[in-house]
């Protein structure tokens, strides 16, 4: 993955993942796929030499050039550059990827790709088993979400974004995607429950889900009151193992905050997120319905790519 921008201030961001593709859900089944199994190096905000070649390489990879990818992971001895450069070798490294895997018996990386090349040789039960341990050993990688995804394809791949109701610094705008981060986390420090918010929202785009709903619970007892910080709270324990985890405490926002749209759109959001589409369309047209608010273009975004029943 190349530099994201954390935030964009002032817009919400909620809406992305789904309109790509559209509302109605995924696949009940994952489906074995042709071709070598899928590459999910994922190298963060770093902009290190390394971190530039792995990019390049995944680049490569991705566009089927496997073996210029294999040349470039193959100057590095980090364990991302060694699981990059057996899979670019499929299926010939398969065994040096099992042997990585054993030999890094914490990495959720070396699993869930262990797991993907499993799953290439139609060896489902061996697949879900390396992914259940992906999701177990580092829950707070983007390894670990990648992994959910694969175990519950019925699902939108990802976590559903928190989006907050209120404008980001300016400044941040002017800052490349580590300072943004590196200014966000130092705001999050103090007893702000907005710098929380935004610090989670930042750590959601990067995969780190774990400290991202660690920073939306921070801001929720600093702000009981808060429609934003609440939701965030919610949104943050997104399980696709275990949606009440998330439902169970989002619904019942929408009696206590009956005129926040921040309420409402993330509900509806969430609810598209697990394929349950007229349930969330009601929830999005309510916040239509509202007016103006910092959710109302993605909700009508959202709104437009609902299949009719």
Not at 137 to 150: F, H, K, M, N
Not at 200 to 210: C, D, M, S
Not at 254 to 281: D, E, N, S, Y
Request: charged content about 20%.
């Amino acid at each position: 993955m190349g530099g994201i921008a954390l935030l964009a201030a002032g817009v919400t961001v909620g809406a992305t993942v789904l309109t790509r593709t559209g509302t109605s859900g995924a696949s009940t089944t994952a489906a074995v796929p042709k071709g070598p199994p899928e590459l999910d190096l994922d190298l963060g905000l770093r902009t290190d030499p390394e971190a530039v070649a792995l990019r390049r390489g995944l680049a490569l990879y991705d566009k089927g050039r496997r073996t210029q990818a294999e040349a470039i992971f193959s100057r590095y001895g980090s364990l991302q550059a060694k699981i990059g450069a057996a899979v670019a070798e499929w299926p010939n490294g398969f065994d040096r990827l099992a042997a990585l895997a054993a030999e890094h018996p914490g990495s959720s990386l070396a699993q869930l790709e262990l797991g993907l090349s499993f799953f290439q040789q139609d060896r489902v039960a061996q697949a879900e088993t390396a992914w259940r341990k992906a999701r177990r050993l580092q829950p707070d990688t983007p390894w670990a979400i990648r992994a959910e995804d694969l175990l519950y394809p019925r699902y939108f791949a990802g976590h559903p974004p928190f989006s907050p109701s209120f404008t980001a610094p300016a400044r941040l705008a002017t800052l490349s995607s580590p300072h943004q981060f590196a200014f966000l986390a130092a705001r999050a420090r103090k007893p702000d429950p907005d710098a929380k918010l935004l610090y989670g929202a930042a750590l959601q785009k990067i995969g780190r889900a774990v400290s991202a709903e660690r920073e939306f619970q921070a801001a929720a007892r600093l702000a009981p009151h808060d429609p934003d910080a609440q939701v965030a709270a919610a949104v943050g324990r997104f399980d696709k193992a275990n949606l009440s985890a998330s439902f169970s405490r989002l619904g019942p926002l929408a009696r206590v905050f009956p005129k926040a749209p921040v309420v409402r759109f993330h509900l509806g959001l969430m609810l598209l997120w697990i394929g349950q589409a007229q349930a969330g369309k009601k929830q999005l047209e309510e916040v239509v319905a509202a007016g103006p608010s910092p959710f109302f273009a993605d909700a009508k975004l959202l709104l437009e790519k609902i299949p009719a029943k």
